[in-house]
């Protein structure tokens, strides 16, 4: 079952904050997130692994919940290199692991 | 050097030919996989091959074979191509059972059938 993402869209000032969150119907066993800028790959940026984790590096961070049903993406004052679209991806465990994305948010920072 | 390489990088073609894509990781990962992304940039999974074996296959049309001759290489071959197939292709390669580790992808295939 694929993902749900929100907001679909969302468009920043530089130096603005903004949360992209995404929702499974069930627990999950790893979130990823990732990033895509136009007529690129998906760019791996981290995984979360155990409910109430938090990680992050530099000023985009990340945290998957207790029940291990949603993640939410954190990016904070926010600069150009940040636009792109946003996808988190979910593994539900077992042998192939298989990584569903999601519904994809993007994120548009203007000067 | 290139982590995960795709070619070709675009591929115009016309309805009923049957093309291929060719995928290779230098990364030393035991899995790759094929993603296709629609005009909407959902991202499917379509196969998936741990150590030259196919683990993962999506419900997608049997015109679609995936085959993997070692596993640095992937390839894609697309028979009797229709319209609806136009989309770009994402390879990709990680290690399936190793924590903490995302997915590498290659730099996409843009399918065009006309």
């Known amino acids: 079952q694929q993902p749900v993402q929100s907001p679909q869209a969302v468009i920043l000032r530089e130096g603005e904050d903004a949360v992209i969150n995404c929702s499974s119907s069930k627990a999950l066993y790893s979130v990823h997130w990732y990033r895509q800028k136009h007529g690129e790959a998906p760019v791996f940026l981290m995984i979360?692994?155990?409910?109430?984790e938090q990680k992050g590096h530099d000023k985009i961070s990340a945290s998957f919940n207790e029940k291990k049903q949603q993640s939410s993406l954190y990016l904070t004052a926010s600069q150009l290199s940040y636009s792109g679209t946003y996808f988190c991806?979910?593994?539900?465990?077992?042998?192939?692991?298989?990584?569903?994305f999601g519904t994809g948010t993007l994120l548009a920072v203007q000067p | 050097d290139t982590a995960v390489s795709q070619t070709p990088k675009y591929l115009v073609t016309q309805m009923g030919n049957d093309k291929s894509i060719k995928c290779e990781q230098n990364l030393g990962h035991d899995t790759m996989y094929w993603y296709k992304q629609d005009s909407k940039k959902f991202l499917k999974i379509m196969f998936s091959?741990?150590?030259?074996?196919?683990?993962i296959n999506e419900t997608v049309p049997n015109r679609f074979s995936p085959k993997s001759p070692d596993k640095a290489h992937l390839n894609l071959h697309i028979n009797s191509l229709e319209l609806g197939d136009s989309a770009v292709y994402f390879c990709a390669s990680s290690h399936l059972v190793q924590q903490n580790y995302g997915y590498t992808f290659g730099s996409g295939t843009r399918l065009t059938v006309v």
């Open positions: 091959y741990n150590n030259k074996e196919l683990i």
């Open positions: 979360l692994l155990k409910g109430g």
């Open positions: 991806g979910t593994e539900g465990g077992g042998a192939t692991n298989k990584l569903i």
